[in-house]
């Protein structure tokens, strides 16, 4: 009986728990940490909205039938001497429960068609941004004149994250602050302008997720799919990508800043001002020094995840130190990471020719290997 009593008043506080759930944040501790986020773009307070509607017509629906089953079950029991009834079929009562059931659901098709229509109204933005699943980052292409045309790079899981996943590693994640949920360089957006998000993905499928927003989307290589977002209010908002696209399918997080618009202006100055100070002119010959000082960044943001930051390797993942790929023929080294090999992506669509002859040369070079070649950027082209 006691333990009867204590799954009732359990089931009870889930119930009342996502009854009267707050609308305002899903976070904390708290009856409102139940349901679902009302989320911060006019899309996410729809589907809130939509979905407080079908669970309120569910939960009338719940309390009609089960009241009537338990009433019936207590007042028409056997032990109480009650004969059943023996009647069959019954023509307005069988028409009753198809219309009335069927009238329910036109009910909620109407707001649910609003939202999905909606969803798809990608129509009247004023700002697209070009979002590119790859094994296992996101690229972020700014599409739009005079809000950050030209803006072009990739993000990835922050170095903290990575170094606290691997195995063996001597940081605790629980130590780590948003644990695989921080990125090295997030997307930066403006608050209250619609922004027109295309998607797609270069290997496998993957999903862009950010709860907040209301909706996920699959990547899909060879498509160009498309949603949309407006973020009220400035913030840091976190996502992941939802589709199993792979070994490390839980290590590809997404970060979206949302700055106003003020503040959009500046970032986007100078991130562009960045992203000309990294720019090594292909067609130069480059110093051995630029070719290391490059290729150290590319392999951190590239390689370090799998081939460990020392080129120490991982499991399955062969060291950069002293390998036969390292210290063998040029070419095929540069072909490998062009092409990939076996789960390495190829590399060919991720880097420019200079970023690809520089992380080759650091590779060569680094990690005590010193073989003491190097490869231009038009060599590189060359190879392709
Ligand atoms: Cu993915």
Not at 25 to 34: D, I, N, Q, R
């Amino acid at each position: 009986m006691k333990k009867t009593l204590q799954l009732l008043a359990g089931l009870w506080s889930v119930l009342w728990g996502v009854a009267i759930a707050e609308t305002g944040s899903g976070t904390g501790v708290g009856w409102g940490a139940l349901n679902m986020p009302a989320g911060v773009t006019p899309l996410s307070h729809d589907i809130h909205d939509l979905h407080m509607k079908i669970l309120g017509i569910c939960v009338v629906i719940g309390v009609v039938v089960y009241g009537i089953l338990i009433y019936s079950l207590i007042h028409h029991r056997k032990s109480k001497g009650v004969e059943p009834a023996k009647f069959h079929e019954n023509t307005k009562w069988e028409i009753a429960w198809t219309i009335f059931p069927f009238l329910i659901l036109i009910w909620m098709a109407f707001p649910a068609t609003q939202a999905m229509i909606k969803v798809y109204d990608t129509e009247n933005s004023v700002m697209t941004i070009k979002v590119t699943g790859y094994q296992w980052k996101w690229r972020y292409e700014y599409l739009t004149d005079g809000l950050g045309k030209g803006i072009d790079f990739f993000s990835s899981l922050d170095a903290k994250s990575n170094e606290a996943r691997q195995l063996g590693s001597k940081i605790d994640p629980t130590t780590v602050e948003h644990y695989l949920l921080n990125v090295d360089n997030p997307l930066v957006i403006p608050a209250n302008k619609k922004i027109r998000v295309l998607l797609t993905a270069v290997d496998v499928l993957h999903a862009w997720w950010v709860p907040e927003f209301g909706w996920k989307k699959d990547a899909i290589p060879g498509f160009v799919t498309d949603g949309w977002i407006n973020v009220e209010k400035p913030g840091i908002y976190r996502g992941q990508c939802a589709e199993l696209c792979g070994r490390d399918h839980g290590f590809m997080p997404i970060v979206v800043v949302v700055k106003t618009e003020e503040d959009f202006k500046k970032w986007v100055d100078g991130q562009k001002a960045k992203q000309d100070a990294g720019k090594l002119d292909p067609g130069k010959m480059l110093t051995m020094d630029e070719l290391m000082s490059k290729g150290k960044e590319v392999y951190a943001s590239n390689c370090a995840a799998c081939h460990g930051a020392e080129g120490e390797g991982m499991g399955a993942f062969p060291a950069i130190k002293g390998s036969k790929v390292a210290t063998g023929p040029l070419s095929d080294h540069v072909k490998l990471v062009l092409n990939g090999k076996a789960t390495m992506p190829a590399f060919k669509e991720q880097l420019n020719d200079v970023e690809t002859a520089a992380v080759v040369t650091y590779q060569r070079n680094g990690f005590g290997n010193n073989k003491g070649d190097s490869i231009q950027p038009a060599d590189i082209q060359a190879l392709k």
